[in-house]
Structure formats: structure tokens, C-alpha cells
T-cell receptor
């Protein structure tokens, strides 16, 4: 199993540009989530999904959209990038029956918005 | 909003010593989880302890949970240089078990 994969690893955007961060898992996990990690802030939940077709907002959803059309994929869309979205983004999945128990993390995407 | 607060923020020890990190939280929980993050990498799940459990072991790791004090501790025994990492606690709250709420982490340095 590849586990949780994320692409790209690094990205630089200009203010106002849009992009999609890709996340895929091959473990048939129901629960998937997106976090951002900023220095001194820990991990903050952006959006999560408890199964295909079901998504919900986390702590910091503004400026981000998600969809979950398949169990495997959970892309995160930045609608109009802002410097405040400069961060490291992690995707995670969990085998915990649609709950965030024992999450598996991807390697992260380091995003810089200029 | 952050739920857990780890203590200390940073810890430096010698190889072979034990490392203890603490986590406090604010609301009733379903479970508490500990994760490790090596520099520049994704997080790795270490151990999950449920609200009705008081202690759990996994290899050199020992986790305790005191729900009356709303606190947990992670003990790493006989530490190695490879244990150098940041350690995070995260909670699943009893009122909303669909979200994992994270603390700010403890940075552990194990010196050879």
C-alpha cells in the first residue's frame, strides 16, 4: 500500500491564483481530513469527510473548498490564494469507522503565497 | 481552537534517559491520541487511549490518562537519538467525535 499520498510537495502561488492540492489513500478509509500547520499554531482542521459524498467544515474552512466523490480521493481547492494561506498542508485518513481514530498522514504540501 | 496544551514546550535529554511529556485538555473526551512528527515530515500515530482507560503501553511508550484532572502523559523510556521529534497530543471530544483537536506539541531533542 502507498498509504496517503499528496501532490505537489511544494508550490508557490501568486495572490489571487487558485489551485488544487491532491490527496489520495489506498487503504479504503472512510474518514479523511485536511489540516494546515503553522509555526506555533499546531495543526488546525480545515475540512473533513466521513465518507464519499459527505464533507464538513473544520476550524478554519474559509478560503478552501473540498469534495469527496470517491473513497480514495479528497482534493482541497484554494479558491483565491492569499498570503495568509502560506502554510504546510497535511492530508490524513483514518480507519476508525468514519471517525478520526489513529490517523495516517501524507507527507505534506508546502505552499507559499506571494 | 486548541484543546490540548503540551508541557514542556521543549525538552532536551541524553540518550538512555527517560522523557516525559504532559498534555492537558479542557472538555470531556472520547479518546486521546499521541502522534510524533519528525522534522519536515508527516505525523505518525503512536498510541490511542480511551476515556475509560488509565494506562497503555506500546514498546518503550507508556501513556497515562487522568480524566479527573483532564490530563495525559507520554513517557518514552531509554530514549534514543532517533526519538528526536515533536510530539503532539490530540483529543476526540465526547460531544463531537468527528474532529481531532490538537495541542501545540513538545519538541524533544535526544542528544547522543
Amino acid at each position: 500500500n502507498a498509504g496517503v499520498t499528496q501532490t505537489p510537495k511544494f508550490q508557490v502561488l501568486k495572490t489571487g491564483q487558485s489551485m488544487t492540492l491532491q490527496c489520495a489513500q489506498d487503504m479504503n478509509h472512510e474518514y479523511m481530513s485536511w489540516y494546515r500547520q503553522d509555526p506555533g499554531m499546531g495543526l488546525r482542521l480545515i475540512h473533513y469527510s466521513v465518507g464519499a459524498g459527505i464533507t464538513d467544515q473544520g476550524e478554519v474552512p474559509n478560503g478552501y473548498n473540498v469534495s469527496r466523490s470517491t473513497t480514495e480521493d479528497f482534493p482541497l481547492r484554494l479558491l483565491s490564494a492569499a498570503p495568509s494561506q502560506t502554510s504546510v498542508y497535511f492530508c490524513a485518513s483514518s480507519s476508525g469507522q468514519g471517525r478520526p481514530y489513529e490517523q495516517y498522514f501524507g507527507p505534506g504540501t508546502r505552499l507559499t503565497v506571494t | 481552537s486548541q484543546q490540548g496544551e503540551e508541557d514542556p514546550q521543549a525538552l532536551s535529554i541524553q540518550e538512555g534517559e527517560n522523557a516525559t511529556m504532559n498534555c492537558s485538555y479542557k472538555t470531556s473526551i472520547n479518546n486521546l491520541q499521541w502522534y510524533r512528527q519528525n522534522s519536515g515530515r508527516g505525523l505518525v500515530h503512536l498510541i490511542l487511549i480511551r476515556s475509560n482507560e488509565r494506562e497503555k503501553h506500546s514498546g518503550r511508550l507508556r501513556v497515562t490518562l487522568d480524566t479527573s484532572k483532564k490530563s495525559s502523559s507520554l513517557l518514552i523510556t531509554a530514549s534514543r537519538a532517533a526519538d528526536t521529534a515533536s510530539y503532539f497530543c490530540a483529543t476526540v471530544n465526547a460531544g463531537n467525535n468527528r474532529k481531532l483537536i490538537w495541542g501545540l506539541g513538545t519538541s524533544l531533542a535526544v542528544n547522543p
